[in-house]
Structure formats: structure tokens, C-alpha cells
């Protein structure tokens, strides 16, 4: 049986741009606007996972009330954790470490931010919370709150680009993608 996961990033958050990870920034109203147009004419649902992060959670409560729908939050689908990286933009990291974000670019799997979390142990995490998702809800159209890495992550999966090309994936905030995932753990981009 298939689960039919749509994804949506968070939108813009007050403290702007940058490697946000672990941060736990409030939305502006802006990026609340975003969220909400975003999923104005799609639906229906049966229930709402989202990250923990306040960026993602209070707007996925804010559904939740709106649609009448469960809300669970899931800590294993927040956002990689950049280390001595968050917060910081990719010009100041530029001046600072310039050639640790060239790696990083490079080959997001080879190069691991300092003190951040490798994007192999951010990948299990993910797919791992991705699988139990299937295995309750399996049958179900769930919405996924969440952020650009875990969305970057499940959508180059679905794509079957090389793990070079992760950082690729354009993700905007407020952006809305739908996969369709299979027993086996296998994805696919459209409804």
C-alpha cells in the first residue's frame, strides 16, 4: 500500500536567510502567508506530521485547528544541524571557511559542517522517520511540515540524482511537492 506524503517547507523565518538548522526561529508574517497560500487548494488530508521546530509546528497546529485534523510531531524530521555553521549566511561562511563550504557543496555526504551532524546519520534519520510514517499511515494522505534539507533529501531520492547533486534540489519556502511512498521505502515524485 502506497502513503501519499506531500511535503511543505516552512516559510520565511525573523532572523532571514542562512543555515537556520537547529535554530528555532519564529515565522515572519510573511512566511505565514506563504505557508497558507500554499495549501489553499490542496487537500484533503487525513492527518499533519511536522517537525518540532516552531517554524514548522505552529503552523501545522494552526491547520490542524482550521481543518479539524491530528497533528504529530516528529523530532526526527527537523532540519540537518550545521554545528558552528548555524545561522550563518553562505557569504559570511565565504569569508570564514571558505573552502569547508566548497566541500560542502561539493559533496554534502563527504564533508561534514564542523561540529554539525554528517548528512549519512541526517539521511537514516530521515528515511528512518519516513518508514515509520508508511508503516502506520500507509493507505493515508499525510501533509509533512518540515524543511529544505529533509524535503532536498526525500525529493532527490524520488528524482534518483547522485548524492552530489542533494544541494541541488530548489526548495523556496512555502514550497509544496508530493511523493507517493511504497513499502519498500521507494519514491516517487507526483500525486
Known sequence: MIL?????????TE??????GSLDDALTARGWEQMRA??????PWDRLI???????????????????LPVHLEKDLQELHFGAWE????AALMDTDAEGLGL????PYGFTPP?????????????????????????????????????RLLLARARG???????NVEVGHGGLFSLRVAADGGLKEGI
Open 50 to 68: 511536522s517537525s518540532p521546530l516552531q517554524r514548522c509546528a505552529r503552523f501545522a497546529e494552526e491547520l490542524g485547528a482550521r481543518l479539524n
Open 87 to 90: 545561522g550563518q549566511s553562505a
Open 4 to 12: 501519499h506524503l506531500d511535503l511543505l517547507r516552512h516559510g520565511e
Open 115 to 151: 561540529e554539525g551532524e554528517p548528512v549519512s546519520a541526517f539521511s537514516e534519520r530521515v528515511l528512518g522517520a519516513v518508514s515509520r510514517l508508511h508503516q502506520t499511515y500507509a493507505g493515508e494522505r499525510v501533509l509533512l511540515i518540515s524543511h529544505g534539507g529533509v524535503m
Open 38 to 43: 500554499a495549501v489553499a487548494e490542496r487537500g
Open 161 to 167: 540524482l547522485p548524492r552530489e547533486q542533494l544541494l
Open 104 to 107: 560542502f557543496w561539493a559533496d
Open 15 to 20: 532572523l532571514g536567510g542562512g543555515l537556520r
